[in-house]
């Protein structure tokens, strides 16, 4: 009985030290531990997971407790604290060095039992790892101090920074974006860059692999559908005084750019972040090993039987069933390409300056890099490598296994297109068009033979031309379809406003005179507003129905798709928000004439034409296309400003230099008659117009005297 009441107080005890921890409660918890024999509080295990109440003090982060905690064991269980741990094999040392807050608490444990530091836990981690699974950089140098790293030998320090499948300090610190640990690491020890992990991949591959670690930083700007319709993405030839502009303008913009944010400590933070991560980048690409690797796919395709093409044909309907390429594919890719395909252009430009040679590799089915850019669709990085003039004129000749020419890669359709699908197809229809015709361009200033770009075929005896028509064959049907539906509805709505818009003419507010049959209410200012508001519905109404009709009326030629099209559809949009505007107006006007009977009545004034700013408000596609392009004109006025200003600046000392010259030569005085009567000339026949106008009738001569 004496046992089974023991047994029940414990685990009471246990239970309310459990509840004491979850609740924060810790002077409880100490006191709880204080009611065990012979110090063995602490070590008491309390959770599921077997964690000790150290464990769970050093999992929330409380370096007092712990150290209060700590001083309760006795001398002679010290040695337990490298033996206890918890289900996932974790010790005291393993949950501190989680955090850089810990570092007296770890400095502690060490103290008592200092072989804590090569405890492993289930997956081969030391507590060290675990610090730069956190990205706790403080608590990592510490550690590595402590175990003295610096003066073990390359192997030697592998075996504490690696776990049991292979994944470094360095893969684990990039994997969780922890780049200033993972910038220390590869500055202290250099020799994990080439190791593999259980993937075969090394730092810089899972790197390449990571494209949200770099767009993090950016400032992403949800585009509407009136700027979709019109982005065009031609390149179009602009004057010098345009060039000039625009350089000042990305100049001032690139300034600028950390005032966008939200507040100006997150833009510090994220400039220094992307500052270590250029800067791992850099290094990682310099140092890494696995360039070396045979990309070439000459030696093994002689070994493989002949594959069929991997062109796959759009369909809009079809699910997306296939996976992305798999770790085990990506090991084999070089970290060109997987930054290619990831479209990372800091690590291709690293490529670009630091490996050159790394842009002649091609990968198993005979790719090159320009083959993988325009295949995954990125064009900033298939013009960054286009502007390379040493190789760019052999890889755009190149072909791949299939002689598929970087221009038949237009045509084909990588396995992963959710982007993509997200779009309509006319949209997608129109960006692929203009891909072909971009690199295509691009193709025939590189290329020494203009008729061998378009002409070249392939293994199925294609032209880029024919295999696109083939491959977008079931996407030109889509987009035919989804265009023909929007300028359908757009113009019912458009005969609808049209129709109001021409009722409203003939009820005019206030009603007509019934003798004259003038409106009673013409003579009134927003009688004018109103007829004026009116008239431009109606007219804009109309315009838009002839624009959808002519939109209706096509034969819906690929061509056209390109930007034919898309120019009409947005100018009948314009023209049918144009008339929804004026018909707003025109009703607030009406409002106004029928309500507002006194200058004091001003409420129906402002109530009247609220519906004008709640439509502008409410569709934010009309708000992006105000809003933006009068943005770039402000900044475009401002740069201009500021280069009037700069060169004032300049010329007044000139000014002041020439003007105390004449002075001290004694022309100062003709310079001020100059000056004056050059200034009293305008003023004497502006005041002669505004004060003493002439009389449009001849005056009468005067009368003579008798």
């Not at 490298?82 to 989680?98: C, F, P, R, W, Y």
């Amino acid at each position: 009985m004496a046992d089974d009441k023991e047994t029940k107080q414990k685990i009471s005890d246990i239970a309310d030290m459990r509840n004491a921890m979850m609740e924060k409660n810790y002077k409880e918890v100490r006191r709880l531990c204080r009611k065990v024999p012979e110090g063995e509080g602490p070590l008491q295990r309390i959770s599921i997971y077997d964690d000790t109440v150290l464990h769970m003090a050093a999992h929330s982060k409380e370096d007092g407790l712990v150290l209060d905690l700590l001083q309760k064991i006795p001398e002679g269980s010290n040695h337990k604290l490298s033996d206890i741990k918890n289900a996932d094999g974790n010790t005291i040392l393993h949950e501190v060095a989680a955090s850089d807050a810990m570092k007296d608490a770890a400095e502690e444990l060490l103290k008592r039992n200092g072989h804590l530091l090569t405890a492993s836990n289930n997956l081969g981690e030391k507590p060290i790892f675990c610090a730069a699974r956190y990205g706790q950089s403080q608590m990592f140098e510490f550690l590595a101090k402590e175990m003295k790293l610096e003066e073990l030998s390359p192997e030697e320090s592998k075996a504490h920074l690696q776990r049991k499948d292979g994944t470094t300090v360095l893969h684990i610190s990039i994997a969780t974006e922890c780049f200033t640990l993972a910038l220390f690491i590869v500055n202290s020890y250099p020799y994990l860059i080439g190791q593999k992990d259980q993937f075969s991949m090394t730092a810089l591959q899972c790197l390449a692999c990571n494209p949200a670690a770099f767009r993090r930083w950016k400032i992403q700007i949800r585009r509407g559908f009136i700027e979709l319709l019109n982005n065009s993405n031609f390149e179009k030839k602009q004057g010098l005084l345009e060039c000039l502009v625009g350089i000042c303008v990305k100049y001032f913009l690139d300034s600028t750019k950390v005032m966008r944010v939200s507040n100006f400590s997150e833009s510090i933070y994220k400039l220094q972040k992307l500052h270590e991560l250029q800067e791992l980048v850099k290094l990682l690409v310099e140092e890494d090993a696995s360039w070396n690797m045979n990309l070439n796919s000459q030696a093994t395709s002689s070994c493989e039987s002949k594959k069929e093409p991997k062109m796959e044909k759009y369909s809009y309907e079809r699910n997306s069933q296939e996976s992305s390429t798999s770790k085990d594919e990506k090991s084999n890719e070089s970290p060109l390409f997987l930054a290619t395909m990831s479209d990372i252009k800091e690590i291709v430009e690293a490529v670009l300056e630091y490996k050159p040679e790394a842009l002649k590799h091609t990968n198993k089915e005979g790719m090159n890099i320009l083959h993988v850019a325009i295949l995954h669709r990125h064009r900033d990085i298939f013009d960054m490598v286009v502007q390379h003039e040493v190789l760019s004129r052999r890889l755009l000749s190149a072909t791949d296994n299939e002689k598929n020419s970087v221009l038949h890669m237009v045509s084909q359709k990588r396995k992963s297109q959710a982007s993509e699908k997200m779009q309509s197809p006319a949209f997608q229809l129109r960006n692929e068009l203009i891909l072909f015709e971009v690199t295509k361009n691009k193709m025939k200033v590189k290329s020494a033979s203009k008729m061998l770009v378009t002409n070249s075929l392939n293994n199925d005896n294609k032209t880029a031309e024919e295999l696109f028509a083939t491959a977008n064959e079931q996407l030109h049907k889509d987009a035919k379809e989804w265009l023909m539906r929007t300028t359908e509805n757009c113009t019912i709505l458009s005969v609808f406003i049209a129709t109001v818009a021409f009722a409203a003419a003939y009820t005019v507010p206030g009603g007509p005179n019934q003798n004259t049959g003038i409106p009673m209410l013409h003579s009134k200012p927003f009688f004018m507003l109103f007829t004026s508001a009116d008239i431009i519905s109606l007219a804009s109404a109309l315009t838009s129905v002839g624009i959808f009709l002519s939109i209706l009326t096509s034969s819906f030629p690929l061509e056209e798709f390109k930007e034919y099209l898309f120019r009409k559809l947005k100018q009948g949009i314009l023209c049918l928000v144009l008339s929804i505007t004026m018909m707003g107006v025109a009703f607030g006007a009406t409002i106004v004439l029928m309500m507002s009977h006194n200058r004091e009545n001003v409420v129906w004034s402002v109530v009247a034409f609220l519906p004008v700013p709640i439509f502008f408000l409410s569709y934010s596609p009309i708000r992006s296309a105000v809003m933006r392009p009068c943005g770039e004109w402000f900044e475009i006025l401002f740069v201009y400003f500021l280069v009037v200003v700069v060169i004032v600046v300049i010329l007044l000392p000139f000014l002041l230099l020439l003007i105390i010259y004449l002075v001290f030569k004694g022309l100062g005085k003709a310079v001020i008659k100059v000056c004056l009567f050059i200034i009293r000339k305008p003023l004497c026949w502006i005041r002669g117009i505004f004060f003493h106008p002439k009389s449009s009738q001849p005056s009468e001569p005067p009368l003579a005297h008798v």
